[in-house]
């Protein structure tokens, strides 16, 4: 088959839909949709077949662009997962990807790739609640220590760096108080710090990109070196599959494999085919309706009178607007906000560890309403709500995230495929109730 033009000469959003057509890990040509492997382990016709497929795998000698794999064994190479990582890696603007089983697989793999025993890194105060306790109650037992600071505070971030530092980790927009943090500036700090050390001591800035997906915000355009996602999120859109991703740098490709052969934690192969054929397909077209209807229903509550606080990157008193409007944005520079709301309520006062009105209100979301789902989880075609404080982010030690700015009472929705109207006479009623 003779094609006129190049995969480059087409958009993102066309290419998240037909892949990448020039894969030598799929016969193009023949099929429509790829094909959905199962096999944990390959034929091999010959031992020389065999023996070749061991030295060309994670070899820096193959350019697996243009080098057709000897599968062997699921845990090392699969087409399946291969394909998905090539059109991941592009919906990233990254130049490798490797999946994982899960988003906290994928994370944990960054980690323990860029930190050894000795080494330190600096997070932001916020995180996903596993995030927190895999920094700060696993990788202590491997001599792996991170310092929690404000990432917004310059000062505190110089003063933090120290020779161990190795890797510094933020998720933008933050779960679940939608602060941002400004990629091309940590770039900028981290640049100058790493300025008198060798290579092998770089500090390299790592995202979560789970919130926004690539749809709203590319990390690594922006001057990450790396993005991790949970694909169980936004890429899924689905809420039928779990997995990860490490997008990054090309020479990273190799060690990553052979890290990920050895914890184990790949991806199945037939989530792997629900992602690529079901999720990056519709990626854009979900979050650019789910986009509009969250600005809907954020105006919606802004304007209740129950209703204390709005939190929306798409809003222009959003205090980081600015930010948002710099680093949020799709495939055609369009300002993508994302999906995600989050909203406290007016006299929502404590009563013991009890928020009664936020609870009410929940409670009446669970029970009564049609289109909106009590459920942790995000970037689904159903709209879901929960109490991040309570739920999500139970790790997190209570003093700290009352520092953190989080508040108790915090409601966080993440925006489905609904009929806006729809999203908000439910919340309506809900708040009738308290
Ligand atoms: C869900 C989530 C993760 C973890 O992903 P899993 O697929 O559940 O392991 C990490 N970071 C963020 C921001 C998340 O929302």
Not at 111 to 133: F, K, N, P, R
Not at 305 to 331: C, I, L, S, W
Request: one cysteine or more.
């Amino acid at each position: 088959m003779k094609r006129k033009k190049t995969k480059g000469q087409y958009r993102t959003r066309t290419h998240l839909i037909h892949g990448n057509f020039e894969s030598k890990k799929w016969d193009y040509n023949h099929h429509v949709n790829p094909p959905m492997s199962a096999s944990a382990m390959y034929r091999l016709n010959s031992t020389q077949r065999g023996a070749q497929g061991f030295v060309d795998f994670a070899s820096e000698a193959i350019d697996e662009s243009t080098h057709a794999p000897i599968y062997i064994y699921d845990r090392l190479e699969e087409p399946s997962r291969g394909m998905l990582e090539e059109n991941l890696a592009y919906a990233e603007g990254g130049e490798m990807c490797l999946t994982f089983a899960t988003g906290m697989a994928a994370i944990s793999a960054i980690a323990g790739l860029l930190c050894g025993q000795g080494d330190e890194i600096i997070a932001h105060q916020v995180t996903y609640g596993c995030t927190y306790s895999l920094f700060s109650s696993r990788m202590p037992r491997f001599g792996i220590n991170t310092h929690w600071i404000d990432l917004n505070d310059e000062a505190a971030l110089k003063a933090a760096i120290t020779p161990q530092t190795r890797m510094l980790y933020f998720e933008t927009p933050i779960n679940p108080t939608l602060t941002l943090i400004d990629i091309a500036a940590m770039r900028r700090l981290v640049d100058d710090a790493n300025q008198n050390r060798p290579e092998e001591q770089h500090i390299k800035i790592v995202v979560d990109n789970t919130f926004a997906t690539p749809y709203c915000q590319r990390p690594i355009e922006l001057g990450a070196d790396f993005s991790v996602m949970s694909l169980t999120k936004g890429i899924s859109g689905f809420g039928a599959d779990m997995g990860g991703a490490v997008v990054g740098p090309r020479a990273y490709y190799n060690r990553l494999l052979l890290y990920r052969k050895d914890f184990g934690g790949v991806l199945n192969p037939r989530s792997a085919w629900n992602f690529l054929v079901y999720g990056l397909p519709s990626l854009a077209t979900r979050f650019a309706n789910q986009i509009k209807t969250a600005h809907h229903v954020a105006k919606f509550l802004r304007e209740h009178p129950k209703v204390d606080r709005v939190v929306y990157p798409g809003f222009e008193d959003h205090p980081q607007h600015d930010v948002a409007r710099k680093q949020m944005t799709n495939y055609d520079g369009n300002f993508a906000p994302g999906n995600m709301i989050y909203f406290t309520l007016k006299d929502a006062e404590m009563d013991g560890k009890q928020h009664p009105k936020v609870e009410r209100l929940i409670d009446y979301l669970a029970d009564s309403a049609y289109c909106i789902t009590l459920a942790v989880s995000l970037g689904y075609m159903k709209t879901l709500v929960e109490n991040a404080y309570s739920m999500t982010h139970a790790a997190l030690p209570e003093d700290e995230k009352r520092k953190m700015g989080m508040e108790p009472g915090g409601i966080r929705l993440s925006i489905g495929l609904e009929d806006w109207h729809d999203i908000s006479e439910d919340l309506r009623d809900a708040l009738e109730q308290v």
